[in-house]
Every structure is written in C-alpha cells, then in structure tokens.
C-alpha cells in the first residue's frame, strides 16, 4: 500500500471511473480533490505495471483504493445524556474488476484498522456498506438504519399541544447552496443538531465547504440545492437540505422536492421546518432520506401507512479499540460482565474484557482473567455501538455465547438507549 498525492488524481479517476462506472459529466481529476482527504488516502499499485492497452506513464496503475474522514458519532452518554466520540469514516473504498477475488480488499482492510489504531485517537470505524454482504466478515455491524419517508404536498402534521404552542417562536428561511455564506450556516447548523441527536455523523471541517459543490451537467433538470434554516430565540436551531425538479402533467404542477437532510436541535424547529417543506409551490411529493422510525415527523403525519416508509441499512460500525471504545460511550443500566471478545483482524481486542458499569452509567474496562460470561464477536459490540440494536437480537446473527444465566440480557438492556439512532449521512 501507499501514500495517495494530488499528483496522482489522473490515475485515481480511471480507477474510480473504471470502480464505479458513475462518470460525472464533465467532471475533471481535478474534480476529485475535494472528495479526498489525502492524509488517509491509500492506495494498491499494479507490480507489473501497465497491461497491453493500457496508458503508459510515470506511475503504476491502481489495483485498489480506500481514503478516510476525520468524523464524529453520537452515542449514548452516561447520565441519561449523550456523548460524541471520534470516528474514522472509511470511504473510497475500489477495487479493479482486473484484482478481484486475490485478498486486495483484505489487505486495504487490514491496513486501514492498523493505520486507526497506531495513528489516530479514534477507538472506532465507521462506513456506508455499497453491498450488505461485505463488511461483516472484517467486524463491521449494521449498526444504524435509513428510513426515507414520502409525504403529499400539505400533509398535516400533528405534534403534541406542547411542540404546536411552540413552532410560533420558530423563524426559517430559504437559501442557496454552494455559496460562502451558506456553506459556513450550514456547517454550523450541522454540528449544533448533530451533537443532540443519537446516531449523528458529523462531516469534517476541513470538507465543510467541498460536500455541496454544484455540477450543473449531472443534475440535469433539478435546480443548485438549498438550505432551509431554522432560527429560535435568534440562533440557528434546524436546517434541511432539499432539492426540486419541476414536473407537469396535464398542465397542472407535479414537482418534487428531495431532503438529503434535516436536523433540528428541538422539536418545534422540526416541525417548522418539515412544514415549509410541505408547503413549496409547485410541488406534489416531498422525500425525506435520513429519518428512523422513532422519528417524530413519522408519527406527526399519522404513522407508516402516511409516509411509505422504506428501511436501508446506514452506519456500519467497527470497533478498533475495545477499551477506549466501550469506555467512551454511557450505558442504560449497571453491568459487571466478563466479555471473551473475538477479533480475527484485530488481535489487540481478541481476549476477556471485564466491562463494569456504573449507576451513572459510567463504564470501564480492563483485561481479566477470569472466567467469561460471554462469548461475543466484535461485529456484534459495534452493530450495538450506537445504541439501537439489542445485543440479545443480534444473537442468532453474530453467534453471541452465553456463558452464564442472563448475562446477555444484562449486556444488551447496558447497551440499549431508549430510542433509535438517527440515520447517518452519507459519506
């Protein structure tokens, strides 16, 4: 493997053009810049060189490729609270139809766990699976869910009398995205919602301003995208993402409206925002990408036979070091339990943890020889990482053991947070 460089765009293309087959039209090596952060971009070469037909310059070709962000999680913190935790966004991740079914991506994964758990402070991984049968077997767990919700024009929404006393005090407006201006309100909206809401991903700070960059030639009909935010109190307190494209049919106005995203730090700036999404001109459907079903705009617009929800698998997670992961988040409830962990690909993890957790719901954990409680694989404790998934329903998936009498339901109620963790954004 090798250190990725500016220079070597041209090769990276073809071998993400070649990879994907999602040509940007138009679109430059150039172009890819933002798109990277090349201080975790890795690459596999060809040894040989290059095959007949192929370009022949300077540099081998690529076999392979996988870069990183420098991103957070939400989860759920002692004290009924919540806590952010680094997060290493793995991303990018190729390989050439030509170096398939040779152990490339085995060795990329390898190399990617090993650079987070020498390099950085992060205790965890995090990733958007392309295909859900991948990463599972390199300790990834299917730790977050998508729902997209789809919702008529002027559907009515019905909170509780306390969150409708409350959207009066909410302000929103409309602007366009990708200026300076906008970008930097965006960000900014994105960090505040993203530390109150379980199960967040936020973007780097350093990408802040490449994540929305425009290409009129690949969005065809569909207008820039906008950012809808909401103010309370004079702050910043939501934003949504959202994107039309006009349509009609027998002269009468059938547009759409696309939410990537939409976050709000309280529940009357939800609904102000969901709101004027609901009342753009010229529209007939509004999609939300990015919801759970906890989400409140599910239940405020009568439940799933209103919304049409569909259900995506989101966040992957990947414990990379177990003590500083387990201790880094909070727990629902005491536990004193002796974890026999299994980690092919990480060794550093394998062994018995004993994992003590507080009234508060403060945990630490420390080697120990005692006898296990558990037999639990290190997919299982990072699908359960964010707090969504019960580890005693992950059971049959992951193969968890239980050693003593009722000490996996006393894991999983420790892990469990009381609600779902929101949908992670893409990355």
Known sequence: MVDLTRDDLPRIKELEDTVWFEVQPGGTPEDLEGDLDFAHARGAERPEGPLPGEQVTSAAPLVGIYSAFDMTLTVPGPADGLAVVPMTG??????????RRKGLLTQMIRDHLRRVHDGTECAISGLHASEAGIYGRFGYGHATTEVKLELGRGTTLTPSPDVEAAVGGVQTHV???PTADGLAALHQAHLACA??????????DSKADQWYRDFPKSR???EPRRLLLARRDGAISGY?????????????PQGTVDVSELGAVDLPSLLALARRLLDLDLTSKVTFWGRSMDDPLLWWAGGPRS???R???????RIVDLPHALTGRGYSAPCDLVLDVTDELCPW????????????GAASCERSDDPPDLTVPVAALGAAYPGGRSLVSLAPLHGITQIRAGALRELSRAFRADSEPAASIDF
């Open 90 to 99: 793995l991303t990018w991740v190729g390989v050439h139809p030509d170096a």
């Open 175 to 177: 602007v366009t995205l």
């Open 195 to 204: 530390a109150t809401t379980l199960g967040a991903v936020t973007r780097p």
């Open 240 to 252: 949504a993402v959202f994107r039309r494209e006009s349509k009609w049919q027998d002269a009468t």
């Open 220 to 222: 065809g009909s569909k």
């Open 311 to 317: 259900v995506y698998d989101s966040l992957w997670v």
């Open 307 to 309: 919304a049409n929800p």
């Open 349 to 360: 993890n394998a062994g018995r943890w004993r994992l003590r957790v507080d009234a508060r």
